[in-house]
T-cell receptor, first 114, second 114 residues
Framework: NAGVTQTPKFQVLKTGQSMTLQCAQD?????MSWYRQDPGMGLRLIHY???????DQGEVPNGYNVSRSTTEDFPLRLLSAAPSQTSVYFC?????????????FGPGTRLTVT | GESVGLHLPTLSVQEGDNSIINCAYS??????FIWYKQESGKGPQFIID?????DKRQGQRVTVLLNKTVKHLSLQIAATQPGDSAVYFC?????????????FGSGTRLLVRP
């Protein structure tokens, strides 16, 4: 299986534009999440979902929307891009239960807002 | 708010030596911890995890130590190799707002000298 896939790999937006970052996983994981990573920093949780139809906010949710209509897909929408949203975005998934909370990460989307 | 942090931003070691990467966490309710490795341009990759009811866990060439008394986590890499050069993140998992959240620290860069 492909694991966690993200598209696009790179994106440049102008301030005020909107766009959707795509994330899909084929491991039938209930839990999916979005993180952003700024230069020299760790990952900060934006939004997460524990299953289809259920989403919730993480540490830095402002300026982003998510939806979870299927188990496989978890898109992240930027409503009105701002330079402060320039970052690398990672999508991750894991099973909701079990011993391990290991998350499987996608390759990332590098977003620049000018 | 609660946070996970690292003591050393950069660690340089000689190939063949052992490496120790440290992490301090502040959420006493965290029940699970993970170490991730991130190579340049890639998403984080799981290394090893440990539950809060353990104080040591070993993997292949890696050992994680957990000291709950001082809220300290460490990752030991034996016989460090050039391929170990990467940024290492610790992450803590805790229950909040009806779900588990995985929060990352800011990372330590490990440089392996040949």
């Amino acid at each position: 299986n492909a694991g966690v896939t993200q598209t696009p790999k790179f994106q440049v937006l102008k301030t005020g534009q909107s766009m959707t970052l795509q994330c899909a996983q084929d491991m039938n994981h209930e839990y999916m999440s979005w993180y952003r990573q700024d230069p020299g920093m760790g990952l900060r949780l934006i939004h997460y979902s524990v299953g289809a139809g259920i989403t919730d906010q993480g540490e830095v949710p402002n300026g982003y929307n998510v939806s979870r209509s299927t188990t496989e897909d978890f898109p992240l929408r930027l409503l009105s891009a701002a330079p402060s949203q320039t970052s690398v975005y990672f999508c991750a998934s894991r099973p909701f239960s079990g011993y391990s909370y290991e998350q499987y990460f996608g390759p990332g989307t590098r977003l620049t807002v000018t | 708010g609660e946070s996970v942090g690292l003591h050393l931003p950069t660690l340089s070691v000689q190939e063949g030596d052992n490496s120790i990467i440290n992490c301090a966490y502040s959420n006493s309710a965290s029940d699970y911890f993970i170490w991730y490795k991130q190579e340049s341009g890639k998403g984080p990759q799981f290394i090893i995890d440990i539950r809060s009811n353990m104080d040591k866990r070993q993997g292949q060439r890696v050992t994680v130590l957990l000291n709950k008394t001082v809220k300290h986590l460490s990752l030991q890499i034996a016989a460090t190799q050039p391929g170990d050069s990467a940024v290492y993140f610790c992450a803590e998992n805790f229950w909040m707002d009806s779900s588990y959240k995985l929060i990352f620290g800011s990372g330590t860069r490990l440089l392996v000298r040949p």
